[in-house]
């Protein structure tokens, strides 16, 4: 069956940085366009940064344009999310997806397989 399984999460103060992993089994990765989401207390999951394929192409929202970078390697079928100058409003559970399709990619339905989720909290 196929598992994601993000890492890296934890407690950092504001301006920090840390990397998330996610590893993904189960599945073909490098057919997998790959997904960061994020749910900050009291809101809805939201999208966070994508990668396609190949990784030639990437995706963010602004809020994060220039401080977070993803990135894959397909040999070893995991998934990275560089977070510098972090910020207290990033703290949230990432959540790490992968998908079929590039169309829609920061639109949850886009995804066909999700993780459990990795909590990164940022202190002031």
């Known amino acids: 069956q196929v598992q994601l399984v993000e890492s890296g999460g934890g407690l950092v103060q504001a301006g920090g940085s840390l990397r998330l992993s996610c590893t993904a089994s189960g599945l073909t990765f490098r057919n997998y366009v790959m997904g960061w989401f994020r749910r900050a207390p009291g809101t809805e999951r939201a999208f966070a940064a994508a990668?396609?394929?190949?990784?030639?192409?990437?995706y963010n929202i602004g809020a994060v344009k220039g401080r977070f970078t993803i990135s894959r390697d397909n040999a070893k079928n995991t998934v990275y999310l560089q977070m510098n100058s972090l910020k207290p409003e990033d703290t949230a559970v990432y959540y790490c997806?992968?998908?079929?399709?590039?169309?829609?990619?920061?639109?949850?339905?886009?995804?066909?397989?999700w993780g459990q989720g990795t909590q990164v909290t940022v202190s002031s």
């Open positions: 990668i396609t394929r190949s990784g030639s192409i990437t």
């Open positions: 997806a992968a998908g079929s399709t590039v169309v829609g990619v920061t639109r949850e339905d886009a995804y066909d397989y």
